[in-house]
């Protein structure tokens, strides 16, 4: 692409502009996946064309899942555009109080938006691991703040109350605020170290679980995006620096 002169982020603004003249283009810097989705959308769609019909894998369910849900937001972001403009006076003379929308439609603010999103990570994640103390991270150097309760998978856990469908669902993106120094795999190693014992013990056994699955890289990159890490570092992994990335994410948000 960079031969080619093809600027990713000129092309995502365009389709958010050409998409959505009437809204705010999303934050690079604080909503990378809202910003680069639309780019992501056409590039599914171009590859889909290109993919064997006979090609049916998880992959491809979880694209199709993508773009269901997808369509859903576009859905509600035009429904709350609708409900933005002025209303006729002609109604009866004591209206209902007007209600602010729901945090749930994609015209909340960003702050409310990752309340919500948080939220229902916990309700995703409750099955996953057993009731801890909640807690936000800080940052990895000062990590001996967090409180958990250690062992969030016993040693006897064989790994089927965490589904690698699960541990690849990103509740949100929490490494934003623990981003690696690089990609290499000796660089990522000490990254991983730097947390606490309590975020590295389920880290290691969702690491198991992954290598056991046989996951694809391409699962692993989007996983690890979908958790704040940054697209052309995800890019420039290995699987077994991405196991690490995506295991760490999904025990911060456990």
């Known amino acids: 692409m960079r031969e080619n002169a093809v600027d990713i982020d000129i092309i995502a603004d365009h389709l958010h502009q050409t998409n959505s003249p009437t809204t705010s283009t999303p934050s690079k810097n604080d909503q990378l996946v809202e910003f680069i989705a639309p780019l992501i959308h056409e590039v599914v769609t171009k590859l889909k064309a290109l993919q064997p019909q006979k090609t049916e894998g998880q992959a491809l369910r979880r ?18 555009s609708l409900s933005d403009q002025p209303q006729s006076h002609t109604s009866s003379p004591n209206p209902p109080p007007k209600r602010s929308p729901s945090s749930a439609h994609l015209g909340s603010t960003p702050k409310r938006k990752a309340r919500k999103t ?11 691991f ?41 509740s949100s993106p929490v490494l934003k605020q623990y981003q690696p120094g690089g990609f290499s795999a000796a660089t ?29 890289k391409t699962d692993l990159q989007q996983a ?19 196991h690490q990335i995506v295991a760490i994410g999904a025990s911060l948000t456990a």
């Open 63 to 80: 694209v199709q899942a993508l773009e269901a849900q997808l369509k859903a937001a576009q859905d509600q972001l035009a429904a709350a």
């Open 118 to 128: 948080e939220e229902t990570a916990e309700q995703k994640l409750s099955k996953m």
């Open 130 to 170: 057993p009731p801890q103390e909640a807690s936000a991270p800080s940052v990895p150097a000062a990590a001996e703040d967090v409180r958990r309760t250690p062992g969030c998978i016993s040693d006897g856990d064989d790994g089927s109350l965490l589904s690698v469908s699960k541990i690849l669902d990103a």
């Open 188 to 216: 990522i190693k000490k990254w991983f170290q730097t947390f606490p014992t309590e975020t590295q013990q389920p880290a290691k056994k969702i690491i198991q679980i992954l290598n056991d699955s046989g996951v694809t």
């Open 224 to 242: 690890a995006i979908q958790y704040g890490l940054p697209m052309d570092m995800s890019l420039k992994m290995t699987p077994s620096t991405l």
